[in-house]
């Protein structure tokens, strides 16, 4: 698989849980297509929400091109194809510990299909955020004093 675009910000807010990973197609147009390839594309405030019974990506934004005559809405919702095992599996665990799920990558598999990694996920808190970047920070305040 290869990596076209990833979401760093979504460790940094999210505490993701690895075993709750998903691979999923995405239901898009044939520019967007030409578009995500190029790179033209960016996942870092995008989420997903399940309605009746699928589930949808949010603020996917990618860019609308000059070079492509055809428009379209960069920021539309978009159907994610997934199994229904899958779904139900996700709605359960949704409901019952109250997560959230987060896209991390899009990628471009073997037969040149584009597929999205979604993680299971549960929000960070704002003091999480900032201790997280304290010990950060320490540890690379001690590597350069280590250095010297």
């Known amino acids: 698989m290869k990596l076209i675009i990833n979401n760093k910000k979504a460790g940094f807010d999210y505490n993701l849980l690895k075993k709750e990973k998903f691979i999923a197609g995405i239901e898009l147009l044939g520019i967007e297509v030409k578009l995500i390839k190029q790179k033209k594309v960016s996942i870092k405030n995008s989420y997903c929400k399940l309605i009746n019974n699928n589930i949808y990506i949010f603020d996917m934004y990618i860019s609308n091109s000059n070079i492509y005559n055809q428009k379209f809405a960069p920021k539309r919702r978009r159907k994610l ?15 019952n510990l109250n997560l959230n799920i987060i896209p991390t990558e899009i990628v471009l598999n073997n037969r040149n299909f584009l597929k999205i990694k979604l993680f299971l996920a ?13 010990i950060k920070s320490l540890a690379n305040f001690k590597k350069l004093y280590i250095k010297y």
């Open 122 to 134: 549960k929000s960070k808190k704002k003091y999480e955020k900032r201790n997280l970047i304290k």
């Open 81 to 95: 194809l997934l199994k229904k095992k899958e779904i139900n599996q996700i709605k359960k665990q949704i409901k």
